[in-house]
């Protein structure tokens, strides 16, 4: 059996067995990360297979991630787990203008092969301080490789590749699609930490996202299937971004669609389409269309959050709105609203 | 034996006198942050080191990087921001590394190098290494968060690293004093955490080379430890003056005085070395020192292209 459905988590997880099996040199670095269920369950039992390389730290992000910058410096391949990005604050020190500058500062020869797993973004229940993304802040940190998730079968194989990489890769891992399912393979393999994946072609319209956001536009495809010929790329990596894969789409399309899981501002989104729209080579047939978040923190009454974050409906209907169809009416449920999908992706 | 430990912490002297004169001339474009007064606890705390023994280091760093063997034509040219520098100019002053000689590398964002050390020496752990890490901090920097954490987890973890506090009473130009309040104890802070304490008198190199020693064997066993060592920085926190105007507390009579490097010549000379001997050495000394800067006046610039390269490894 090569194959078999498993949840995100659980991609994470048989990615880090399989690399500290031939990696001698990985340690993984986090609060809980020795625990049972620890971390989410993606370190669940490595603490019994490698007694002395799961290493549980205390609550100081700064100098808990400072230490793993430091064994990466001499020679070791640390992952850094830090449950919520507010956390990995603590740690900006170590993060931004250490892990990230090092190579740069020293004029190159001085690789620090760390990976971050960072998770972010929504969840119900948790208020403006347990629940940002901070993707543009990622995504502006010169000198650090950041990718987004979006399936588990991406999760196994962007983590194998981040720590092979011989850089600082942040991983930000959206708590939002911990429960997603798909079928990943077995075996151990690696992806591209620098290209954006064509998840679905089509001639329509191009649909820009990753993460969260990625999985509401394709769940949005459903909805107008057979209205709405979409080409739906999912960006992968933030830092850097693969603009070429996106051009080419859009070279094609002449229509995008870019939607983030974070307010407007310097995001992702904006800034796909503030490339898009410099290309002299490049007549579009409509105005792009940017769907996000509102200017405000997140709150925590579901009463708040129901309109905060873009859904299904809202992508299926921008897209429908863009070619000049009519949209549709969708009442979403409560789970639809309020809970992570318990989707089995493709 | 005292004649060798004359010699580099005269050369550290000399390389910062003639940094601070080609700095006056706009010849060095990088921010200096001269260790001018300090030389004893450069020179002291690495004569006790093996060579596989590693340094971090911050800011005022040309002392460590020097004390521990670092090249001196790299870091002339590195200062001067040409290609053959220690970081092929990227890094100036403040970005020193040596790793020839275990000098893993300088970082100034105060304290930023103590939780980096705690990994280096966490590797060495990791591998059952006998080497130890050693790093380098103000008085300044232990009033950052991250120190007291990185104590802790020393401790915790074992690691057999080396927490040097350089105490030359000011940060930037706030004294000591106005920082903390009178109950404030750092020995208290240090051995709380279960950290190993010693003070020494950091213009004595005799006092901090046996001090260092002696608390090295422990931690080369992982058991932490930090040694504070008092002492005076002579000139500003950046740049090349004696800020005369704005010093009330250590004036330049105290600082000449209990200064590092005289003391260490008396010391020499009474320790039996000829007054000839060492004025042959210090000429020696000031030629090579000479020499590396003509080097470094006339070595090439980076290409402009190099802007561009080595973001990524």
């Given at each position: 059996?090569?194959?078999?459905?498993?949840?995100?988590?659980?991609?994470?997880?048989?990615?880090?067995?399989?690399?500290?099996?031939?990696?001698?040199?990985?340690?993984?670095?986090?609060?809980e990360?020795?625990?049972?269920?620890?971390?989410?369950?993606?370190?669940?039992?490595?603490?019994?297979?490698?007694?002395?390389?799961i290493i549980e730290?205390?609550q100081?992000?700064?100098?808990v991630?400072g230490m793993?910058?430091g064994?990466?410096?001499?020679?070791?391949?640390p992952?850094?787990h830090?449950?919520?990005?507010?956390?990995?604050?603590f740690?900006?020190d170590q993060?931004f203008?250490?892990?990230?500058?090092?190579n740069?500062?020293?004029?190159?020869?001085?690789?620090?092969?760390?990976?971050?797993?960072?998770?972010?973004?929504?969840?119900w229940?948790?208020?403006?301080?347990?629940t940002?993304?901070?993707?543009p802040?990622f995504?502006?940190?010169?000198?650090?490789?950041?990718?987004?998730?979006?399936?588990p079968?991406?999760?196994?194989?962007l983590?194998?590749s981040?720590?092979r990489?011989?850089n600082?890769?942040?991983?930000?891992?959206?708590?939002?699609?911990f429960?997603?399912?798909?079928?990943v393979?077995?075996?151990?393999?690696?992806?591209?930490?620098d290209?954006?994946?064509?998840v679905k072609?089509?001639?329509?319209?191009?649909?820009?996202?990753?993460?969260?956001?990625?999985?509401?536009a394709?769940?949005?495809?459903?909805?107008i299937?057979?209205?709405?010929?979409?080409e739906?790329i999912?960006?992968?990596?933030i830092?850097p971004?693969?603009?070429?894969t996106v051009?080419?789409?859009v070279?094609?399309?002449?229509?995008?669609?870019?939607i983030?899981?974070?307010?407007?501002?310097?995001?992702?989104g904006?800034d796909?389409?503030?490339?898009?729209a410099?290309?002299?080579?490049?007549?579009?047939?409509n105005?792009?269309v940017?769907?996000s978040c509102?200017?405000?923190?997140?709150p925590?009454?579901?009463?708040?959050?129901?309109?905060?974050?873009?859904t299904?409906?809202?992508?299926?209907n921008?897209?429908?709105c863009?070619m000049?169809?009519?949209?549709?009416?969708?009442?979403?449920?409560?789970?639809e609203?309020?809970?992570?999908?318990?989707?089995?992706?493709? | 034996m005292?004649?060798?430990?004359?010699?580099?912490?005269?050369?550290?002297?000399?390389?910062?006198?003639?940094i601070?004169?080609?700095y006056?001339?706009?010849?060095?474009?990088?921010?200096?942050?001269?260790?001018?007064?300090q030389?004893a606890?450069?020179?002291?705390v690495?004569?006790a080191?093996?060579?596989?023994?590693?340094?971090?280091?911050?800011h005022?760093?040309?002392?460590?990087y020097?004390?521990?063997?670092?090249?001196?034509?790299k870091?002339?040219?590195?200062?001067?921001?040409?290609?053959?520098?220690?970081?092929?100019g990227?890094?100036?002053?403040?970005?020193?590394?040596?790793t020839?000689v275990?000098?893993?590398?300088?970082?100034?964002?105060l304290?930023s190098?103590?939780?980096l050390?705690?990994?280096?020496?966490?590797?060495?752990?990791y591998?059952?290494k006998s080497?130890?890490?050693?790093?380098?901090?103000?008085?300044?920097?232990?009033?950052?968060?991250?120190?007291?954490?990185s104590?802790?987890?020393a401790?915790?973890?074992?690691?057999?690293l080396?927490?040097v506090?350089?105490?030359n009473?000011r940060?930037?130009?706030t004294?000591l004093?106005?920082?903390?309040?009178s109950?404030?104890?750092?020995?208290?802070?240090?051995?709380?955490?279960?950290?190993?304490?010693?003070?020494?008198?950091g213009?004595?190199?005799?006092?901090?080379?046996?001090?260092?020693r002696?608390?090295?064997t422990?931690?080369?066993t992982?058991?932490p430890?930090?040694?504070?060592?008092?002492?005076?920085?002579?000139?500003?926190?950046?740049?090349?003056?004696?800020?005369?105007?704005?010093?009330?507390?250590?004036?330049?009579?105290?600082?000449?005085?209990?200064?590092?490097?005289?003391?260490?010549?008396r010391?020499?000379?009474?320790?039996?070395?000829?007054?000839?001997?060492?004025?042959?050495t210090?000429e020696d000394i000031?030629?090579?020192?000479i020499?590396?800067?003509?080097?470094?006046?006339?070595?090439?610039?980076?290409?402009?292209?190099?802007?561009?390269?080595d973001?990524?490894?």
């Amino acid at each position: 059996m090569s194959n078999r459905i498993i949840t995100y988590t659980e991609a994470i997880k048989e990615a880090t067995d399989q690399i500290m099996e031939v990696d001698q040199e990985v340690v993984i670095m986090g609060l809980e990360v020795s625990y049972k269920n620890g971390a989410d369950g993606t370190t669940a039992g490595l603490k019994e297979k490698y007694p002395y390389r799961i290493i549980e730290t205390p609550q100081s992000e700064n100098a808990v991630t400072g230490m793993a910058v430091g064994a990466a410096i001499t020679g070791l391949h640390p992952i850094v787990h830090h449950g919520r990005v507010e956390f990995a604050l603590f740690a900006a020190d170590q993060i931004f203008t250490q892990a990230a500058k090092w190579n740069y500062m020293f004029g190159g020869g001085h690789p620090v092969p760390i990976v971050f797993r960072i998770n972010v973004g929504r969840q119900w229940g948790q208020g403006p301080q347990h629940t940002q993304a901070l993707y543009p802040l990622f995504g502006n940190a010169l000198g650090l490789k950041v990718v987004i998730p979006s399936t588990p079968s991406m999760a196994k194989g962007l983590l194998i590749s981040a720590v092979r990489d011989k850089n600082p890769v942040i991983i930000l891992e959206p708590r939002w699609l911990f429960s997603l399912k798909q079928i990943v393979s077995i075996e151990p393999y690696d992806k591209p930490l620098d290209k954006a994946v064509v998840v679905k072609k089509g001639t329509d319209l191009t649909i820009v996202s990753y993460g969260d956001g990625l999985i509401a536009a394709y769940e949005a495809l459903g909805l107008i299937d057979g209205y709405v010929d979409v080409e739906l790329i999912d960006l992968v990596s933030i830092n850097p971004i693969d603009y070429e894969t996106v051009l080419k789409s859009v070279e094609k399309t002449g229509r995008l669609i870019t939607i983030d899981t974070t307010n407007h501002a310097f995001s992702i989104g904006s800034d796909v389409i503030a490339y898009v729209a410099k290309q002299q080579s490049l007549s579009l047939k409509n105005a792009p269309v940017s769907l996000s978040c509102p200017d405000v923190p997140v709150p925590t009454s579901t009463m708040l959050t129901e309109s905060y974050y873009p859904t299904k409906v809202d992508i299926a209907n921008a897209a429908l709105c863009l070619m000049g169809k009519q949209t549709i009416k969708h009442e979403l449920t409560f789970e639809e609203l309020h809970l992570p999908p318990n989707l089995i992706i493709e | 034996m005292l004649l060798g430990a004359y010699k580099k912490m005269f050369l550290i002297r000399t390389v910062e006198e003639q940094i601070a004169s080609y700095y006056l001339k706009n010849k060095i474009m990088s921010l200096v942050h001269l260790c001018i007064g300090q030389e004893a606890v450069a020179v002291g705390v690495c004569d006790a080191l093996h060579k596989d023994d590693r340094v971090v280091g911050n800011h005022r760093s040309h002392g460590h990087y020097l004390a521990k063997g670092g090249n001196l034509k790299k870091m002339v040219c590195e200062l001067f921001g040409k290609e053959y520098g220690s970081s092929h100019g990227k890094g100036g002053s403040m970005h020193l590394i040596d790793t020839s000689v275990n000098f893993i590398g300088s970082t100034p964002i105060l304290s930023s190098a103590v939780p980096l050390s705690c990994g280096s020496a966490f590797e060495q752990m990791y591998h059952k290494k006998s080497a130890i890490t050693v790093v380098f901090m103000g008085d300044g920097a232990f009033e950052e968060g991250g120190v007291y954490e990185s104590l802790n987890l020393a401790a915790l973890l074992k690691l057999p690293l080396l927490f040097v506090l350089e105490n030359n009473l000011r940060s930037i130009n706030t004294r000591l004093w106005e920082r903390r309040s009178s109950y404030h104890d750092t020995e208290k802070i240090v051995t709380g955490f279960g950290v190993q304490y010693m003070r020494s008198d950091g213009n004595d190199y005799l006092d901090v080379v046996t001090k260092v020693r002696e608390l090295i064997t422990k931690v080369r066993t992982g058991k932490p430890a930090l040694i504070e060592c008092l002492t005076y920085r002579h000139m500003a926190h950046s740049g090349p003056s004696f800020e005369e105007e704005t010093r009330e507390e250590d004036m330049i009579e105290q600082r000449k005085e209990k200064d590092s490097v005289a003391r260490m010549r008396r010391e020499t000379l009474a320790s039996g070395v000829s007054e000839d001997e060492i004025n042959t050495t210090e000429e020696d000394i000031k030629k090579i020192v000479i020499d590396a800067i003509v080097f470094a006046e006339k070595a090439p610039f980076p290409r402009k292209e190099s802007l561009y390269a080595d973001l990524y490894v």
